[in-house]
């Protein structure tokens, strides 16, 4: 039913659905949505996933290098519409998949304090939250998580 394919930013499923994340972070994050996006910019990721439920794709994430031993995620999103049937999970899990194979022991994330599902989410898959990171330092809107990631190997 749902297919995971690894990609890049390139792809234009990928940014047709960034796109549509955009749109929803602006909405959510008001007049915040600016400094958010600075840190967003979804060109040049080497590492992001579509899902495809079918042929269609219904949701996205990625991560890029933080350090050495760390993966940063981002651009996690699931259509609206097609929620609560554990595609995030699917997503994330691969992600951290990939970037273990990658040799990344550590993931970090940034999610903003409105975005209770997603919040709930990372809590559920073993993401605990930290002091805030880089650029989120000092951001009361920005709450930061990390996992450590067991090697699959």
Sequence with gaps: ???LKRTTSDNSDFNTLVAQLD????????????FYAQFNKSNLLKNALVCYENTIPVGIGAY????EKTAEMKRMFVLPKHRNKGIATLILNELE???T????????????????E???LYKKLGYTIIENFGQYAGVENSICMKKNLISKK
């Design 1 to 3: 039913m749902f297919s």
């Design 23 to 34: 749109d929803y972070l602006a909405i959510l994050d008001g007049e915040d949505h600016a």
């Design 64 to 67: 890029k290098e933080y350090d």
């Design 97 to 99: 998949n990939w970037a």
């Design 101 to 116: 194979e990658e040799n990344y022991s550590i993931s970090l994330l940034e999610t903003g304090c409105l975005q209770h």
């Design 118 to 120: 997603a919040i709930a």
